[in-house]
């Protein structure tokens, strides 16, 4: 294990983020350099991905520990590992299929109607989002199914001074359930959503607690609203923004295969998870470890703030 870090090459895949790491198995204990030099890739890239692993769901929960305290969810889809509550899987064509009366295609078309909404950062309604997901792919199909990533960071960065400065005093509601197109009569995942509200007020613009970056903390999945704006107004500047967190040039995607991981800072970044694999007859197979993270602040140091169903540490 002490040639680890030699052997070890971080290759960029993007301008802005993302990047490949070879000569690392995973599944191997890993040395407190290969830890370091990892975790610097992770913040330097934001998303980092590694290739023909071998994992099971032991060596990834074990791998997650490596960087932090994975999150125990109480309740996951019926295709997760019970022996294993670390480990979330998700299976899309098993877990998503007849949920709630809807079929795999209606499902996405009514949770992710535009593009923008589709993008989000994982359980950011919360108070306290998870620092980092490492995700697996057991089965992919043979074609599509690609997930793309986005530097928050850099999407700021590229902003205006007038308009950094403008965001930087600004906060907004992020709600779970934000935007999706209710069902005409009973709608069981209304129902759902109405019951298991979770809703946090968080800086628009977070101070990243490791890097010390300004990050843009929008996302189209659960932002709601700009609260010190007035509704159009707040449309309109989110729009903006999510345009501006979204541009291509701040952007890597990534082909998926089986034995691929990516590791990426949730803090930073948001993701569009694919939509072009419901037409195909092959299962896609996933399984993802979250990091606990931190409760998020803004410029002016002042936290998030919950408003209902989350609080610091309790999942």
Same mark, same amino acid.
């Given at each position: ?153 850099? @999407?700021?960065?590229? /902003?205006?001074?007038?308009?950094? $400065?403008? =965001? *930087?005093?600004? %906060?907004?509601? &992020? #709600? ?91 803090? @930073?970044?948001?993701? /569009?998870?694919?939509?072009?694999? $419901?037409? =195909? *007859?092959?299962? %896609?197979?996933? &399984? #993802? ?27």
């Amino acid at each position: 294990m002490t040639d680890q870090v030699t052997r070890l090459e971080v290759r960029p895949a993007a301008g802005h983020i993302g990047a490949e790491i070879t000569g690392v198995d995973l599944a191997e204990p890993l040395t407190n350099e290969t830890v370091a030099a990892i975790r610097a890739a992770v913040l330097r890239w934001k998303v980092v991905f590694f290739r023909g692993q071998r994992l099971d769901h032991a060596s990834h929960a074990a791998f997650a520990r490596r960087f932090g305290t994975p999150v125990l969810l109480p309740s996951r889809g019926s295709a997760s590992p019970k022996d294993f509550p670390e480990v979330e899987t998700t299976a899309d064509r098993l877990e998503l299929g007849g949920r709630y009366g809807m079929d795999h295609e209606e499902w996405l078309r009514r949770r992710r109607h535009s593009l923008l909404r589709g993008w989000h950062c994982d359980h950011g309604a919360r108070v306290d989002p998870p620092a980092a997901t490492i995700l697996r792919a057991e089965s992919v199909p043979p074609y599509g199914g690609d997930t793309t990533w986005s530097n928050l960071a850099v @999407a700021y960065a590229g /902003l205006s001074a007038p308009v950094r $400065a403008f =965001a *930087d005093g600004l %906060r907004a509601e &992020h #709600r779970l359930g934000v935007g999706y197109q209710t069902r005409p009569g009973d709608d069981a995942y209304a129902r759902h959503l109405l019951d298991r509200q979770i809703a946090t007020e968080h800086p628009l613009v977070r101070v990243h607690p490791e890097t010390g970056e300004r990050v843009l903390f929008v996302n189209g999945y659960y932002v709601e609203q700009i609260l010190q704006l007035s509704r159009p107004e707040s449309r309109a500047l989110l729009d903006m923004l999510l345009e501006q967190a979204t541009r291509p040039e701040y952007t890597v995607r990534f082909r998926w295969e089986p034995g691929s991981v990516a590791f990426w800072d949730n803090r @930073a970044t948001i993701h /569009l998870a694919p939509s072009d694999t $419901a037409h =195909a *007859d092959h299962p %896609r197979v996933m &399984h #993802r470890v979250m990091l606990a993270g931190d409760v998020p602040r803004g410029v002016d140091g002042q936290p998030s703030v919950p408003i209902v169903g989350s609080e610091p540490g309790r999942w």
